[in-house]
């Protein structure tokens, strides 16, 4: 099976814990060695002067152990920020279709007040999710949110972020768009969705969404994301009640006060 599977993967993903483990063994072989060599001098010198046991060999043996303690430190190190990175990548993306969830997206939330001043905020919702569920099953329904995320990643610019807030619903952050380019910006994702022939399982599902654009100005606290996404909700409720496949725009008088 390790054949099979070729050691280059195996080293990926095991390398830096075999290196540690082997380190390891050295320094704890290495300094029984020095204990060993140190002893031996000892019983010949007989007496307390460990200087007199200091020779060649033994400043060699010490030499070996630092550079053994430091290469195991810095492999321990590289493990330690290496698991770091993963356990942060895992917690803050959603395991199904890689966009992130909620607690990515509310750190990307921080970076992007830090960085820019305007930004809107989209709500991309399927339609009629449920019903792709009960006729396909929910593993095909599973394929159909990861091809959402791909298209709506190919229409994204590198600095806007996508994150699944729940179910069938993703919230995406424009920084730097105010909200009639974060309309246009829906407009095509809308598009590129409706397009697409979802093709699983040798059938061609078709998908729309529904979409709901709020933009800053419509909040009073410019970092307070979660009434910004609740704004685009209701956007987004008013794309569903009016026939769904649709990019609504949240205006003034269409946003009510938070019971
Ligand atoms: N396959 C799959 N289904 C999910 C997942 N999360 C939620 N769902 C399903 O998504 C469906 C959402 O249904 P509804 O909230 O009624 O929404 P809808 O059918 O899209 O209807 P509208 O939004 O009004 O167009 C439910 O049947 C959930 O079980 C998931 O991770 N995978």
Redesign the pocket.
Same mark, same amino acid.
């Given at each position: 099976m390790a054949m099979k599977r070729g050691l280059k993967p195996l080293w990926r993903e095991h390398g830096t814990r075999v290196a540690w483990a082997m380190g390891f063994i050295g320094i704890i072989a290495t300094s029984l060695w020095i204990l060993r060599v140190e002893m031996a001098a000892y019983m010949q010198s007989n007496e307390l002067d460990l200087i007199a046991a200091s020779n060649f060999n033994l400043y060699a043996l010490y030499l070996i152990w630092l550079i053994a303690i430091c290469f195991q430190g810095s492999m321990l190190f590289l493990l330690i920020t290496r698991n770091a990175r993963k356990i942060e990548a895992l917690s803050t993306k959603d395991f =199904?279709t890689g966009a992130h969830n909620r607690l990515g997206l509310e750190k990307v939330w921080q970076r992007i007040l830090d960085t820019h001043e305007t930004f809107a905020v989209v709500i991309l *919702?399927? *339609? /009629?999710? #449920?019903?792709i569920?009960d006729t396909h099953g /929910?593993d095909v !329904? *599973?394929q159909i =949110?990861k091809l959402v995320v791909a298209r709506t990643h190919g229409v994204l610019r590198q600095e806007d972020k996508l994150a699944r807030f729940g !179910?069938?619903e993703f919230v995406i952050i424009l920084p730097g768009a105010d909200v009639e380019q974060a309309v246009r910006f829906a407009e095509r994702v809308r598009v590129a969705i409706e397009t697409d022939h979802f093709q699983l399982r040798d059938v061609a599902i078709s998908v729309t969404a529904s979409f709901g654009v709020a933009g800053q100005e419509l909040v009073g606290d410019r970092g307070d994301l979660y009434e910004l996404v609740r704004v685009a909700d209701e956007a987004l409720y008013h794309a #569903?009640g009016n026939g769904?496949n649709r990019v609504v725009m949240a205006e003034s008088q269409m946003v009510t006060a938070e019971c």
């Open positions: =199904l *919702d399927i *339609d /009629h999710f #449920k019903k569920n /929910h !329904g *599973d =949110l !179910g069938e #569903k769904r």
